[in-house]
């Protein structure tokens, strides 16, 4: 179900309210959080998602306006209070990650690059969202300059996270 939720969620059509867009992803990160991670979780096995909780708060919340205090209590709520031992961004120009993803495969585009909606203000709010996530939690996130080439952006990545497999 949470990834027809996604489905969606990221298809085009017209604008929706940043508000319901979060509760939406709510509903598909609970799915996530009890079908997936907890039980995997529960078994011992480290957990990697390319996006969690905090993808709310800067896309809806900072970047779209939707009260990040109701948007942390829908997180709690859909998470049952899990968050990750650590984050990492891998953080670009907005231009620059706009480019990449235009150059990619069309198929994989979603409404946040493709509806007019999502200009380029909105693109550098959501960036600023998750810098800004960044700076509050430094324990937890680790910033990689992902505009190098792959191999140092990789290194950067596995630097960001290799504490944790001690």
């Given at each position: 179900?949470g990834?027809?939720?996604?489905?969606?969620?990221?298809?085009?059509?017209?604008?929706?309210?940043?508000?319901?867009?979060?509760?939406?992803?709510?509903?598909?990160?609970?799915?996530?959080?009890?079908?997936?991670?907890?039980?995997?979780?529960?078994?011992?096995?480290?957990?990697?998602?390319?996006?969690?909780?905090?993808?709310t708060?800067?896309?809806?919340?900072?970047?779209?306006?939707?009260?990040?205090?109701?948007?942390?209590?829908?997180?709690?709520?859909?998470?049952?209070?899990l968050?990750?031992?650590?984050?990492?961004?891998?953080?670009l120009?907005?231009?620059?990650g706009?480019?990449?993803?235009?150059?990619?495969p069309?198929?994989?585009?979603?409404?946040?690059?493709?509806?007019?909606?999502h200009?380029?203000?909105?693109?550098?709010?959501?960036?600023?969202?998750?810098?800004?996530?960044?700076?509050?939690?430094?324990?937890?996130?680790?910033?990689?300059?992902?505009?190098?080439?792959?191999?140092?952006?990789?290194?950067?990545?596995?630097q960001a996270?290799?504490?944790?497999?001690?």
């Amino acid at each position: 179900m949470g990834e027809q939720v996604r489905g969606v969620l990221l298809g085009g059509g017209p604008a929706r309210d940043p508000l319901a867009d979060a509760l939406l992803f709510n509903a598909a990160r609970r799915q996530l959080v009890d079908e997936v991670i907890r039980p995997a979780l529960e078994r011992g096995a480290v957990v990697i998602c390319d996006r969690f909780a905090d993808s709310t708060l800067a896309y809806q919340g900072v970047a779209g306006g939707a009260p990040l205090d109701q948007l942390r209590t829908l997180a709690d709520i859909a998470t049952g209070g899990l968050a990750p031992s650590r984050t990492v961004l891998f953080d670009l120009p907005v231009e620059a990650g706009l480019a990449r993803r235009a150059a990619g495969p069309a198929g994989e585009r979603n409404r946040f690059e493709t509806d007019a909606v999502h200009d380029i203000d909105f693109h550098r709010r959501v960036r600023e969202g998750f810098l800004a996530l960044a700076r509050a939690e430094p324990g937890r996130w680790r910033v990689v300059d992902a505009g190098r080439p792959p191999a140092a952006v990789a290194a950067d990545a596995w630097q960001a996270v290799s504490d944790l497999f001690d």
